[in-house]
């Protein structure tokens, strides 16, 4: 494995450090014939990964993030013709219960609490908040510590079970399409059209680097995008570039843009 070779396609510092963890493990997996399996990862990471996978044909790759659509997710990656239908789940589902009647928690108060155990962020998957509680997908190795030492929210006591991943309460996605023109394919132009807001609340919003495109923070709202893109805002769900079609006579740009929520 020619490490400049593999490694030459990525841009910065964190992209070749996570490309170069990534091809370390995939050595490790050929030459002990046995699969490794990386922290969980947002969709940005995943994609720098595989950009570095793909170029290994004596490895594969897995995706575990506990259900279809989970944002953060590990990558099992092993040794070609290893029998796949063998690699157990890395992840565990915990379910938490607590009487929240009278105190407003979030997904941030969940994650906050879990983080004051003394674990790391790459640890812990999706969490999924629920009226009396939360479902949470960590690392299979970290459960039993969250077991016996994750007891309270905020200043609400909580009782702490493992769960299957079947028991997920994953909500159907809902999807709004949106056909539109813009006068250009900037980032502010699109994100404000799939977003449902003025360009100069778009314009603030990615400014304050609250605007992931492809799942990495931006700041210049003239970026450019594509038909393929993914846009997010925070709490306000993703929009995704599914079409980029012909200019109309007044010189506009028609999309069709997909919002998820």
Request: charged share 25%; aromatic share 6%; hydrophobic share 40%.
């Amino acid at each position: 494995m020619d490490k400049e070779q593999l490694l030459g396609h990525l841009r910065g510092e964190e992209e070749r450090s996570l490309g170069s963890h990534i091809l370390d493990l995939a050595r490790l997996a050929w030459d002990t014939n046995r699969p490794q399996v990386t922290d969980f990862y947002d969709p940005y990471e995943r994609k720098v990964a595989q950009s570095v996978l793909g170029r290994i044909p004596e490895v594969g790759v897995l995706t575990q993030g506990g259900y279809k659509r989970a944002e953060r997710a590990r990558l099992v990656i092993y040794p070609q013709f290893y029998l796949v239908e063998t690699i157990p789940s890395h992840l565990k589902v915990l379910e938490v219960k607590g009487n929240f009647s009278f105190e407003q928690v979030s997904h941030r108060d969940y994650l906050g609490s879990l983080l004051a155990t003394g674990l790391k962020r790459n640890k812990v998957g999706d969490i999924l908040v629920l009226p009396q509680g939360c479902q949470v997908i960590v690392a299979a190795e970290i459960a039993d510590y969250l077991l016996t030492h994750w007891n309270q929210v905020h200043r609400v006591p909580i009782t702490v079970q493992e769960i299957d991943e079947e028991q997920l309460a994953v909500e159907p996605e809902r999807i709004k399409e949106i056909k539109a023109t813009v006068a250009s394919l900037r980032l502010d132009a699109v994100a404000a059209e799939g977003f449902g807001m003025s360009r100069t609340k778009m314009v603030r919003e990615i400014k304050a680097e609250r605007v992931k495109l492809n799942w990495q923070p931006v700041s210049n709202p003239a970026l450019a995008v594509k038909e393929g893109d993914v846009l997010s805002l925070r709490g306000r769900g993703r929009v995704v570039v599914a079409q980029v079609m012909g200019t109309t006579r007044k010189g506009r740009t028609s999309v069709v843009l997909q919002r998820y929520s």
